[in-house]
């Protein structure tokens, strides 16, 4: 009777060994499961970008890759005083596959029609606003060679890209800026100077319309015209 005894208490005390909670590191123990549940410490995570910052050094080459992997050339651009549509030459591939990447970034959205000459070109892509530096910083600095012997002329509604700011003998090109030609008859004499890489095919009454807005004596209008939103279409 006393063996029976001192084996049932001891049978007691081991299945309730077996179902308590241990409390050293806060693990749960049931049976064979082992669940931790004390908190890890938070670990870092090394965010990778999808793209380099670019410069004149990588940039040809990071969108001659870019260029056979995105082969969008359809785009929507909305102003304020309506929707213009345009068409990018496949032929001109790193200007082309530059306004692509530029788009796809949303580097445009925000920027103005900052340059109106009358019956003659509307340009965009920069604005006064000292957010745009800092977008363009991230985006990197970088200018793109002339193509100009695609065939493509500067014809009215011809989408082509001016040359940088700053004094080259190779026309290099601005990647952040384009201007549309609004003059009837076009601009062939610019033909040989610039790269036309598209053209628009919806919203030349746009066009005409912001060509229209009054400036001041640097061609900067009165009133900003704002490009509201650049994206990709079918």
């Not at 793209?51 to 004149?56: E, G």
């Not at 920069?126 to 493509?152: E, H, M, Q, V």
């Not at 912001?210 to 650049?230: F, S």
Request: charged share 30%; with cysteine.
């Amino acid at each position: 009777m006393r063996f029976l005894l001192v084996v049932s208490i001891g049978l007691l005390l081991w299945n309730c060994e077996d179902k308590k909670t241990s409390k050293k590191n806060n693990v749960i123990i049931t049976k064979d499961t082992v669940s931790v549940t004390e908190e890890s410490a938070p670990k870092k995570i090394k965010v990778v970008l999808d793209f380099p910052v670019l410069t004149d050094k990588n940039a040809m080459d990071f969108f001659l890759e870019y260029d056979k992997k995105h082969k969008e050339d359809k785009v929507r651009i909305t102003t304020d005083f309506g929707i213009i549509e345009i068409k990018l030459y496949e032929k001109t591939k790193f200007h082309r596959a530059n306004f692509i990447f530029l788009t796809k970034r949303k580097y445009f959205e925000g920027t103005q029609f900052y340059r109106v000459v009358e019956n003659f070109v509307i340009q965009g892509g920069s604005s006064d606003d000292y957010n745009l530096a800092k977008r363009r910083k991230k985006i990197g600095k970088y200018l793109l060679p002339p193509d100009t012997k695609r065939g493509f002329t500067h014809k009215r509604g011809a989408i082509s890209m001016p040359s940088s700011e700053i004094e080259n003998a190779y026309k290099l090109a601005s990647p952040f800026q384009f201007f549309i030609v609004q003059r009837p008859g076009g601009a062939a004499y610019l033909d040989k100077d610039y790269t036309v890489f598209g053209e628009v095919t919806k919203g030349m009454d746009v066009v005409d319309e912001i060509n229209a807005v009054k400036t001041d004596e640097g061609d900067w209008p009165l009133q900003n015209v704002y490009i509201r939103k650049v994206e990709i279409i079918e």
